[in-house]
């Protein structure tokens, strides 16, 4: 996920200043064949610039988004946010402003599964973040919907988006749900990095770290040696260790911790270590 921020402040929405409860997010798309979000913001170099003066960042406007999932300007796909996530957003034409963040995802001619593949999946990558945000299931009922979603259930304008062209993709808004709790749950539980094959796989860095981390949790599960239990023992009485995790591997500044807890137990001032 690549997000950038530019909020719209000019816009009367923004001025209006109004804020929401987060219970959930709409997702919308943009109804006119522009894949570059530019489209929308004044943009800069980056997210590309509007030279047409027709973007969402000026008054008189009755309609403003939290984020737009577009083109940035060198063609890759990105999000920019515009309005702060708890601001109100006139993006649903009804009730579920009151309670939902509400997104564009920027068409292009509906007939590109490239396109669709790259901004779908930034698309549940940015609803994912948002319900780790606002601690959102994003399988309960309401919670994540498009904007033909919330109309079907009275809480937003009578608009077709997303149906009109996720089906076309052969993705549903059903697919989306559970597509954004897979990431959801990989965000939240990594699990177990995957063995690399054969002896001689070769290990990433991430891969390495998690292995470290693995290792240490075993670590600090295996019990001390038989000669150190009772020197363990005698330690946590004295309140040098907690005594968890005895085979563990100890920082600089735990073994720093535990050296200035000893010498003040023998009562020699502390600063008296040269
Ligand atoms: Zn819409």
């Known amino acids: 996920m690549r997000l950038r921020r530019q909020y719209l402040t000019q816009n009367d929405c923004y001025q209006t200043g109004r804020t929401i409860r987060v219970r959930g997010v709409m997702v919308h798309s943009t109804g006119a064949d522009n894949p570059r979000v530019c489209r929308y913001v004044p943009g800069d170099e980056e997210l590309g610039r509007n030279t047409a003066g027709n973007h969402w960042d000026r008054p008189g406007l009755t309609k403003c988004v939290h984020a737009f ?10 999000t920019v946010q515009t ?3 708890e601001h109100r957003g006139w993006h649903a034409g009804g009730a579920a402003n009151n309670t939902h963040i509400g997104f564009e995802i920027c068409e292009d001619g509906l007939d590109d599964p490239d396109y669709f593949g790259k901004v779908y999946q930034e698309a549940a990558e940015f609803t994912a973040m948002l319900c780790q945000t606002y601690g959102l299931n994003p399988l309960a009922d309401g919670v994540v919907l498009c904007h033909a979603e919330g109309h079907a ?11 009109h062209w996720f089906p076309k993709m052969g993705k549903s808004m059903d697919d989306f749900r559970a597509d954004v709790a897979r990431l959801l749950k990989d965000a939240q539980d990594p699990g177990e990095p995957e063995e690399p094959e054969g002896g001689d796989g070769e290990v990433t860095y991430e891969q390495w770290k998690q292995f470290m981390d693995r290792y240490r949790r075993e670590l600090g599960q295996r019990s001390a040696p038989e000669w150190g239990q009772e020197e363990l023992e ?14 563990d591997l100890a920082s600089r500044q735990e073994v720093a911790s535990m050296i200035l807890r000893a010498v003040q137990e023998s009562g020699a001032p502390a600063d008296n270590i040269h």
Not at 153 to 163: M, T
Not at 234 to 245: E, N, P, S
Request: charged content about 25%; cysteine-free; proline content about 5%.
């Open 153 to 163: 259930r009275d809480i937003a304008s009578n608009h077709g988006d997303v149906l």
């Open 69 to 78: 999932v577009g083109k940035f300007a060198d063609g890759g796909i990105g």
């Open 83 to 85: 309005l702060p996530w």
């Open 234 to 247: 005698q330690a946590k009485a004295l309140g040098f260790t907690d005594g968890k995790r005895p085979q």
